[in-house]
């Protein structure tokens, strides 16, 4: 009876090692496999923030092509003209744009003879919007840039 305990012993002995072994093993390959993903996850952020920086650096490139056309030629009064466009396109449609309302607002005061129902009658929910859109564009970027 010992001598048949005794080699049960003997032989589950022999295994222990090879079971720790085989343990060890299996933890030392999870662990490996948990250092690659924690590569693969610091290399994935890398590659985020290298397409970020490429694209920090395109919307720079961008900025500076756009606004190249503005360089001053050093003729004086090509500059100025150059410089004058947009202002006067602007001011010459607010002017026409101001022309219609104020003939509008004179046409309905004939018929109307009443200043507030005739102010009411040319300021329409596309005259808000139109106004709303230039405030935005004239003083919400700088909101956003301040940010």
Avoid at 7 to 21: C, E, K, R, Y
Wanted: proline share 1%; aromatic share 14%; with cysteine.
């Amino acid at each position: 009876m010992f001598a048949l305990l005794g080699s049960l012993v003997g032989f589950a002995s022999s295994l222990l090692p090879d079971i720790f072994s085989m343990v060890k093993d299996r933890k030392d390959k999870a662990h490996e496999l948990a250092i690659l993903d924690r590569q693969m996850e610091f290399m994935e952020k890398g590659h985020h923030n290298r397409i970020a920086e490429i694209g920090a650096m395109a919307d720079a490139n961008e900025n500076q092509y756009i606004y190249q056309f503005a360089a001053k030629s050093g003729n004086s009064a090509i500059d100025a003209l150059s410089t004058s466009v947009r202002p006067v396109l602007s001011y010459a449609f607010f002017s026409l744009y101001a022309w219609i309302k104020i003939s509008a607002f004179f046409l309905l005061y004939r018929y109307n003879n009443d200043v507030a129902v005739s102010l009411v009658q040319i300021w329409s929910e596309e005259d808000q919007t139109i106004f709303c859109a230039i405030i935005s564009f004239w003083f919400g970027h700088r909101a956003f840039k301040r940010k």
